[in-house]
């Protein structure tokens, strides 16, 4: 049962970490602009985010063993998918289907365990999961970086239908099917929808923001239609009340509020500096796509390595005090990751720093953020309360991504141009060049410009991406920095039972 829950959760941890290596390389090829890469990242996130809750309700009535493998099969299919695919609506086609078939096998990795194992061994059962995922997140951007280094991009999606067949064939052949005899038989198709659509209006009308500007008329109503269809999903989840997907009545909970607003700043800054960072490793500073792979590798060890101590902070010291810290150590990381300028040097000391004291904010941060999460609520709504942290931590680097991409283009756009009108060349070269804006450091430079002008506009550009890649981690350090204010403000210093924050008693969902 392990074997079968650490492959199949495993496909996700890797899948997630090697695109992200990958993306740099797959926007040259792929001929497309910073708009295009977005979306190769936000079409997975975005149907993972709104699918998430309900594949875990699915497991629950359907069977979760039936569950997972079908997300196994899905996740394996769109996998082959993207790496056939011909154009970028192809790949980003395929990694929505990804994304479906991660939202049914992410919540029921955990669901087989804990409905399989007794309550004396789940403890183990749960903390070798938790340490195998870490070593698939550590490896995904080395070996990603490696494979489109030295064979192709492809193959980074090419290697999950092997391990996809080996975790199917385990499942069915060890795993026994499990349900919750309490759920119904409803699901919450409606609120499904309603954050989808909802969720997938915002993103595009953001993500078609940093091209077109907040004027163009489709970015407007893919703004204004996700904001009424997400106020529908509210709406929605209040009159199912204990039936709805995302239950609003855990929200109740002053301290379980605030561990989800935590939530959602400190993985909204942590989403964008995983998007941009790998851009600007390998298009500003030279990194190879193995080399950017392993910039992040001190990060994942050293969350490995003291998440269980972390773990125990809640005990000792109560929940504010480590949330309060971890998020203030984390936005000096991303801080630290302002001061790297084009052609930084070592990464020992350029980057490392920024990844060793970020490392260690996230790890005093995480283990006690899902304790508190857990411990807001009673025991049996311990489930849903995971799924929904889970949820809003997805959504969080859904919508920064969106965000930041219109910052970014913003900076980089204006930087560029003013920096572009002092350089000697003809008027017609410069308006290509910066109609190349929409591409940042990917900028293809003409034949027939002059060498020691072609250095001079690749200098502009690379300059120009790290002026917007400073104000996003200003606005990371900021979001984490508002984190441990929201921690301050609304998590008890000592956890108490779920009763006390006044949270009714509700039923699981329908």
């Not at 929505?96 to 078939?101: E, F, P």
């Not at 669901?111 to 195998?132: K, V």
Request: proline share 5%; charged share 15%.
């Amino acid at each position: 049962m392990l074997a079968a829950t650490i492959l199949g959760s495993s496909l996700t941890f890797i899948d997630g970490t090697v695109v992200g290596v990958a993306l740099p390389v797959l926007q040259r090829e792929m001929g497309t602009d910073i708009a295009g890469a977005q979306w190769i990242v936000e079409a997975y996130s975005l149907l993972l985010s709104a699918l998430i809750l309900v594949g875990g309700s699915l497991g629950d009535r359907w069977g979760r063993r039936r569950a997972f493998s079908a997300g196994i099969l899905l996740f394996a299919i769109a996998s082959a998918g993207c790496g056939l695919a011909q154009g970028i609506a192809q790949l980003i086609t395929a990694r929505a289907v990804q994304g479906v078939g991660a939202a049914l096998l992410v919540p029921g990795s955990l669901a087989i365990i804990s409905a399989s194992f007794s309550e004396e061994e789940r403890g183990r059962a749960i903390g070798t999961w938790s340490g195998f995922s870490a070593i698939s997140a550590g490896v995904g951007p080395v070996l990603g970086g490696w494979l489109v280094a030295n064979a192709s991009w492809r193959w980074i999606f090419f290697i999950n239908p092997p391990l996809a067949a080996v975790a199917i064939a385990i499942t069915w052949w060890r795993v026994p099917e499990s349900h919750d005899e309490g759920a119904g038989a409803r699901v919450d198709i409606l609120g499904a929808a309603a954050a989808t659509l909802g969720l997938g209006g915002v993103v595009y009308g953001l993500v078609e923001a940093s091209g077109s500007g907040f004027t163009d008329a489709r970015v407007l109503a893919g703004i204004v239609a996700g904001a009424v269809l997400l106020a529908l999903f509210v709406f929605v989840e209040h009159r199912r009340g204990a039936q709805a997907m995302m239950p609003l009545a855990l929200f109740r909970s002053k301290t379980f509020a605030g561990a989800n607003l935590l939530t959602l700043f400190l993985y909204a800054a942590l989403g964008g500096l995983m998007f941009f960072l790998p851009f600007n490793l390998i298009q500003v500073q030279g990194y190879s796509p193995t080399g950017a792979g392993a910039a992040l590798l001190p990060f994942v060890l050293t969350m490995f390595v003291l998440s269980r101590w972390a773990g125990g902070l809640v005990r000792r010291y109560g929940a504010r005090r480590p949330l309060v810290v971890g998020p203030v150590v984390a936005g000096a990381g991303f801080a630290l990751f302002m001061l790297p300028g084009p052609g930084a040097g070592s990464y020992w000391t350029s980057f490392f720093p920024a990844v060793l004291v970020l490392s260690l904010g996230m790890a005093a941060s995480v283990a006690p953020l899902t304790t508190t999460v857990m411990g807001a609520v009673e025991e049996r709504h311990a489930g849903v309360a995971s799924g929904v942290n889970n949820a809003v931590a997805r959504t969080a680097g859904l919508i920064s991504i969106a965000v930041f991409g219109v910052v970014m283009a913003g900076v980089f756009a204006r930087n560029y141009s003013d920096a572009l009108r002092p350089l000697d060349m003809p008027a017609e070269t410069r308006a290509a060049l910066e109609a190349q804006a929409s591409r940042l450091a990917d900028v293809s430079l003409p034949e027939s410009l002059e060498p020691e002008t072609g250095r001079a506009v690749k200098r502009v550009a690379e300059e120009s991406f790290v002026s917007g890649f400073r104000v996003i981690m200003l606005i990371a350090a900021t979001l984490a920095l508002a984190g441990a204010f929201v921690a301050l403000l609304l998590i008890e210093g000592r956890q108490r039972p779920a009763e006390a924050d006044g949270l009714p008693a509700i039923d699981p969902p329908r």
